[in-house]
C-alpha cells in the first residue's frame, strides 16, 4: 500500500484566496483525522470522520475552514478566505479499528505558507 | 484526556540503549498508552502502545509501572535514524463510545542522537 497520500506537499498562496487540500486514505480503513501543526500549538486535531460522516469537528479554528469526505478514500480541506496565521503543515491520517490495535497512519503532510 | 509529562529533551549515544519517560498520574482504568514519534519533515508514526502489560515490537519496548502511572519507551540501541520527537499520549479506548479515537499530541521528548 502507498500509505496516506496528501496533495499539494507544498502550497504557497496569498491572503484571500482559497485553498484546498487533499487527502486520500489507505484503503479499507474507516477512520479519517485531519491535524494541524505549528511551532506555537504542537499538533492539533481539527477534524475526524468515521465511514464518511464527520465525528468531531470541535477543532476547527472557525468558518473560514470546512472538511468534507464524499467517499471512503477521498477527503478535502477547504479554508477560505486564507490569513497568514494558517500557515502549518497539515496533516491527515487513517486508522481501522480492529480490536485495540487503532494506530494512526499519518500522511507526509501538505506545507501551507499564506502570504 | 488524561495528560502526560514529558522531559522536553534528551540526549543519547548511537549504538546505546534510550530510556523515554512519561508521567500520567491521572490515568484512567480504560486508558491505553501509546507512542508516536515524528522525524524530522514526516508526520508522526506509531511506535508502540500497551494497556497495563510490557510491551515488545520490532522498534521498541514499552514498560509499564505497575500503578500505571508512568512508562518508559525503551530503544534498545539507537542509531541516527532515531532521532525525532517523541509523543507520550493516552487515549481512552474503554466503553461504547467508539468517536474517541483520536489523538491529543503533548510537547513531547525531542531525542538527539550523537555520533
Known amino acids: 500500500d502507498a500509505g496516506v497520500i496528501q496533495s499539494p506537499r507544498h502550497e504557497v498562496t496569498e491572503m484571500g484566496q482559497e485553498v484546498t487540500l487533499r487527502c486520500k486514505p489507505i484503503?479499507?480503513?474507516?477512520?479519517l483525522f485531519w491535524y494541524r501543526q505549528t511551532m506555537m500549538r504542537g499538533l492539533e486535531l481539527l477534524i475526524y470522520?468515521?465511514?464518511?460522516?464527520?465525528?468531531?469537528d470541535s477543532g476547527m479554528p472557525e468558518d473560514r475552514f470546512s472538511a468534507k469526505m464524499p467517499n471512503a478514500s477521498f477527503s478535502t480541506l477547504k479554508i477560505q478566505p486564507s490569513e497568514p496565521r494558517d500557515s502549518a503543515v497539515y496533516f491527515c491520517?487513517?486508522?481501522?479499528?480492529?480490536?485495540?490495535?487503532?494506530?494512526?497512519?499519518f500522511g507526509p503532510g501538505t506545507r501551507l505558507t499564506v502570504t | 484526556d488524561a495528560k502526560t509529562t514529558q522531559p522536553n529533551s534528551m540526549e543519547s549515544n548511537e549504538e546505546e540503549p534510550v530510556h523515554l519517560p512519561c508521567n500520567h498520574s491521572?490515568?484512567?482504568?480504560?486508558?491505553?498508552i501509546h507512542w508516536y514519534r515524528q522525524l524530522p519533515s514526516q508526520g508522526p508514526e506509531y511506535v508502540i502502545h500497551?494497556?497495563?502489560s510490557n510491551v515488545n515490537n520490532r522498534m521498541a519496548s514499552l514498560a509499564i509501572a505497575e500503578d500505571r502511572k508512568s512508562s518508559t519507551l525503551i530503544l534498545h540501541r539507537a542509531t541516527l535514524r532515531d532521532a525525532a520527537v517523541y509523543y507520550c499520549?493516552?487515549?481512552?479506548?474503554?466503553?461504547?463510545?467508539?468517536?474517541?479515537?483520536?489523538?491529543?499530541f503533548g510537547s513531547g521528548t525531542r531525542l538527539q542522537v550523537q555520533p
Open positions: 491520517a487513517s486508522s481501522l479499528i480492529q480490536g485495540r490495535r487503532n494506530e494512526q497512519y
Open positions: 484503503s479499507g480503513h474507516d477512520y
Open positions: 470522520f468515521n465511514n464518511n460522516v464527520p465525528i468531531d
Open positions: 491521572t490515568i484512567s482504568g480504560t486508558d491505553y
Open positions: 500497551g494497556l497495563t
Open positions: 499520549i493516552l487515549r481512552d479506548e474503554g466503553g461504547r463510545d467508539t468517536g474517541r479515537r483520536a489523538l491529543t
